[in-house]
C-alpha cells in the first residue's frame, strides 16, 4: 500500500494550465467518486486551491507510479488537458514524502505568501469533501489529521505567520501600532489612487471608526465617500480639517507635495499634540519629507512601507526552514505508522495460522482426553492460548521495530518465513 | 539559619539575573516564550526574596525593612509583580526587557553586601505609622521604577517607528497609546501613594519624634520625597490638562526617576540618608 501525491502548483505551471485542471467545489464531490472508482480499493482528497491542485491518494496493491498515472489521465479526460502538457507540470511524492509534502502544505510553508492563513482552512475543506463524498479512509484520514495537529503546532511554536504579507496590512499594522484602538479614529484620504483605496479598505476591515476623503475633483470625492461610507470634503477645506485626521492616506497624481510642514504643525497644536500616522503611498510624494520631522507625526511613503514588507517576508522565510525541521519529526512518526500498517496483514496472517495450529493441536489433545470435565477442558483450552500469546508476543514487537530501521519487504519476508507462513 | 537566608537570597539573585539575560536575548529577537520565561524566573526571584524576609522577620522577631537587602528585597518583589501585572493586563511580553534587567543589576551589585546585612538584625521600626510609612515608600517607588521603564519602552517604541524600524521586539510592545494610557495609570497611582506615605510619615514624625531632631524635614532624605511626590503631581496634572503627552511625558517620568535615583543612591553611599542630617544623628 502507499500514499500517493500527485499535482501542480505556482512553481511547477502557469496560471492557465492550474485555471484548467481546478476543481470547482460543486463538482469536486464527483471527481472523488470518479477518481476512486479507478482503484480497486482507495482514498482520495482532491485539493484546489488558486495556487495548486493536487490529488492525495491512498491505494493498497497498486505501485505508486502506476497511481500518479492513473490520476494523471484522469486529470487529463476530466479537464481535456493534453497528458504531456500535464506531465511535465505533475510532481509526485510517496509515501513519508507525500506526508512530508502534505505537512508543509497545511503548515503554509509551501505557500506563495509563506505563513498565510487561508491554505489550512483550504485543506480542512478538502478533507471534509472527501469524507462527505465517502472516498476517505483510514489512512487518509490519519494523514491528514496529523496534517492539521502539524499545521498547528508550526502555528504556536514559529512566529511564520506573523508580520503582513502586504502594503494594505502593513498600513493597518503600524497604525495599530501607534493607536489601540481604530474604531475611535479618523482616517482621511487625500486623493483617489488604487493603492490608497486598498489601504483604506484593510483600514476599514480593521474597524476604522470614520473616514473624511478629500479630491481635487469634489464629485469624485464624494463617490468615494459613497463608496466607503464617509464624508466627502471640499478641497480647500482639506488643511483646516487636517487636525480631525488621526490616520491621512495620501494617493494623488500632484507633482509636488499637498501637505506641507506647517499644515501639520497646525493641525497638532488643534490637536494637543496626539499622534498622527500619515502614510503617503503617492509617486511623487504629496507629503513633505520635512513632516517626519515633526515629533508626533509618523509618516511612511511607500519605500518605507515596502521595506518593512520586504523584512516580514524575510522574516518569515527564516521561520520557514526552522518549521521544516520541525516537520521532520512529524514525518518519521507518520512513516513508523504507515510501516506498522503494512505489516499488520502479515502479522493477522501468522496469528490466524498458529490459531489453526493450536486449535487442531487442541481437538486432538481433547480426543485423546476423554475423561476432562468441562471446567479441565476450557482450563487447557485457556492453557494453548496463553502458550500461543506468549510466543507471539515479542517477535511482533520485534518486527514492528525492524521495520524502521530495515526495508520493511524484507523483514516481513524473513518475519513470513520465521513462522513458515507461505500467503502474503 | 543565616546559611538558609543566604541561600535564598542568592537563589534569589541568581533568579533575577538569568531572568534578565532571558529578557535581553528574547527581546533581540522578539522570542515570546523567551520573555514568559524571563518573567517566569522574576516570580520565582521574586518568591525566592519573599522567603528571605519571612525567614529573617520569624529569626529576629522585627519587620526586616531597615537594612540594604530587606529594602532590595521588597522593592523588587514589589517592582515584580507591579511589572507581572502591567504585562498581563496589556498582553505585552515586549515589556519584560524594560522591567528585569535593571532588577538585575541591582541584585548583582547587592549580592556583593548581602554577607554582612544579612547576618545583622534589622532596625527595631517602632510603631504601625513608622512600619506603614516605610512599606508605602518601598510601593510608591516601585510604582515610579515601573513607570519610569514604561516610558523608556514608549520612547523605544517611538524611536522605532519613527526609523521604520519594525524588526525583533517591536512586534511584541504595545501601541504607543496603550504604552501612554499604562504610563498615566501607574502616575495616578503612584502620585496618591506618594502623597499618603508622606503624610503617615508626617504622623510617625509628629508622634515619635525622640529619634528625630527639629530640622527633620528639611533633611535631603524627606526632601527627596517631597521632590519625588512634586514630580508624579506635575507629571499627572500636566498629562491630564494634555500639556505634557506621549513623548515628551515620558522623557519627563524616565528623567526625573533617573535623577532621583541618581540623589538617592548618592545619599545612600555617603551614608546621609538619615533624618536628622542636619544634626548629624542617626
Given at each position: 500500500m502507499s500514499v500517493v501525491v500527485t499535482g501542480l502548483n505556482h512553481r511547477t505551471s502557469p496560471l492557465a494550465l492550474r485555471e484548467k485542471v481546478a476543481f470547482s467545489p460543486e463538482e469536486t464531490p464527483r471527481a472523488l467518486r470518479e477518481l476512486r472508482g479507478r482503484f480497486a480499493e482507495a482514498g482520495v482528497v482532491i485539493l484546489t486551491t488558486c495556487n495548486r491542485v493536487e490529488v492525495y491518494v491512498h491505494a493498497g496493491g497498486i505501485a505508486p507510479d502506476d497511481v500518479a498515472g492513473t490520476v494523471r489521465r484522469f486529470l487529463s479526460e476530466w479537464r481535456q488537458v493534453d497528458e504531456g502538457t500535464l506531465a511535465e507540470s505533475l510532481y509526485t511524492h510517496v509515501d513519508a514524502e507525500a506526508a512530508r509534502h502534505l505537512f508543509r502544505v497545511a503548515s503554509s510553508i509551501d505557500s506563495l505568501v509563506v505563513g498565510e492563513p487561508q491554505i489550512l482552512g483550504q485543506v480542512r475543506d478538502a478533507y471534509n469533501s472527501a469524507k462527505s463524498a465517502g472516498t476517505s479512509d483510514k489512512v487518509i484520514h490519519a494523514l491528514f489529521q496529523r496534517a492539521f495537529s502539524v499545521a498547528k503546532t508550526i502555528r504556536s511554536k514559529t512566529t511564520l505567520g506573523t508580520g503582513e504579507a502586504s502594503i494594505g496590512s502593513v498600513a493597518v499594522r503600524l497604525a495599530q501600532s501607534i493607536f489601540q484602538d481604530l474604531s475611535g479614529k479618523t482616517a482621511l484620504v487625500v486623493g483617489s489612487g488604487e493603492m490608497g483605496k486598498l489601504t483604506l479598505k484593510h483600514l476599514l476591515s480593521a474597524g476604522i471608526g470614520s473616514i473624511l476623503v478629500v479630491n481635487r475633483g469634489h464629485d469624485r470625492a464624494r463617490d468615494l465617500a459613497a463608496e466607503f461610507g464617509g464624508d466627502a470634503l471640499p478641497w480647500e477645506e482639506m488643511p483646516d480639517n487636517?487636525?480631525?485626521?488621526d490616520i491621512v492616506v495620501t494617493s494623488t497624481a500632484?507633482?509636488?507635495?499637498?501637505?506641507l510642514e506647517e499644515h501639520f504643525k497646525a493641525a497638532l497644536e488643534r490637536r494637543d499634540n496626539r499622534p498622527v500616522f500619515v502614510i503617503d503611498i503617492a509617486v511623487p510624494r504629496d507629503v513633505d519629507p520635512a513632516v517626519s520631522e515633526l515629533d508626533d507625526v509618523y509618516l511612511y511613503n511607500i519605500d518605507d512601507l515596502e521595506r518593512v514588507l520586504g523584512d516580514n517576508i524575510e522574516a518569515r522565510r527564516q521561520e520557514a526552514a526552522r518549521a521544516a525541521s520541525l516537520i521532520d519529526s512529524k514525518v518519521r512518526g507518520f512513516a513508523r505508522w504507515l510501516l506498522g500498517l503494512q505489516a499488520e496483514p502479515s502479522i493477522v496472517g501468522i496469528s490466524e495460522e498458529l490459531e489453526a495450529v493450536r486449535a487442531r493441536e487442541l481437538a486432538k489433545t481433547l480426543d485423546a482426553l476423554p475423561c476432562l470435565t468441562e471446567a479441565q477442558r476450557a482450563e487447557v483450552d485457556d492453557m494453548s492460548r496463553r502458550i500461543v500469546r506468549s510466543i507471539l508476543s515479542n517477535p511482533m514487537t520485534e518486527v514492528k521495530q525492524e521495520l524502521v530501521h530495515h526495508d520493511p519487504q524484507t523483514v516481513l519476508h524473513l518475519f513470513r518465513r520465521f513462522f513458515g507462513i507461505e500467503r502474503m | 539559619m543565616t546559611g538558609a537566608i543566604g541561600t535564598f537570597f542568592l537563589a534569589g539573585c541568581a533568579a533575577y539575573v538569568l531572568g534578565a539575560v532571558l529578557a535581553l536575548l528574547g527581546a533581540r529577537r522578539g522570542v515570546r516564550p523567551l520573555l514568559h520565561a524571563a518573567l517566569g524566573l522574576a516570580g520565582a526571584g521574586a518568591a525566592l526574596f519573599a522567603v528571605v524576609l519571612l525567614l529573617r522577620w520569624t529569626h529576629w522577631g522585627l519587620l526586616p525593612l531597615s537594612t540594604v537587602v530587606d529594602a532590595l528585597c521588597l522593592f523588587t518583589i514589589l517592582s515584580t509583580a507591579i511589572a507581572a501585572a502591567t504585562v498581563a493586563t496589556n498582553r505585552a511580553p515586549g515589556l519584560v526587557p524594560f522591567y528585569l534587567p535593571p532588577l538585575g543589576v541591582v541584585c548583582v551589585a547587592t549580592a556583593a553586601l548581602a554577607r554582612d546585612y544579612l547576618a545583622a538584625a534589622p532596625r527595631e521600626l517602632r510603631g504601625a505609622p513608622l512600619a506603614a510609612h516605610v512599606g508605602l515608600a518601598f510601593l510608591a517607588y516601585a510604582l515610579f521604577y515601573i513607570a519610569s521603564a514604561t516610558s523608556l519602552a514608549y520612547v523605544f517604541q517611538n524611536r522605532r517607528l519613527k526609523a521604520h524600524n519594525t524588526r525583533g521586539i517591536f512586534r511584541e510592545l504595545p501601541s504607543l497609546e496603550r504604552l501612554d494610557t499604562t504610563l498615566v495609570r501607574l502616575i495616578a497611582l503612584g502620585y496618591p501613594l506618594f502623597a499618603v506615605t508622606l503624610g503617615v510619615g508626617l504622623i510617625w514624625a509628629w508622634f515619635d519624634h525622640q529619634l528625630l531632631t527639629p530640622q527633620w524635614w528639611f533633611a535631603p532624605k524627606v526632601m527627596l520625597s517631597v521632590v519625588s511626590l512634586t514630580i508624579c503631581a506635575v507629571a499627572f496634572h500636566l498629562r491630564h490638562s494634555n500639556r505634557l503627552l506621549g513623548v515628551r511625558l515620558a522623557w519627563f517620568v524616565f528623567v526625573g526617576f533617573l535623577v532621583l535615583l541618581f540623589v538617592d543612591l548618592m545619599l545612600v553611599l555617603t551614608d546621609l540618608n538619615t533624618h536628622n542630617f542636619w544634626e548629624g544623628g542617626v
Open positions: 487636517l487636525h480631525r485626521a500632484a507633482r509636488e507635495p499637498v501637505l | -
